[in-house]
């Protein structure tokens, strides 16, 4: 799995948050 993979799903997890 790639670094970059695991820091966009945060990221889109805290976005889809708003």
Do not use: S
């Not at 993979?5 to 708003?18: F, K, N, Y």
């Amino acid at each position: 799995m790639d670094a970059d993979a695991g820091i966009r799903e945060e990221v889109l997890g805290a976005w889809a948050a708003g």
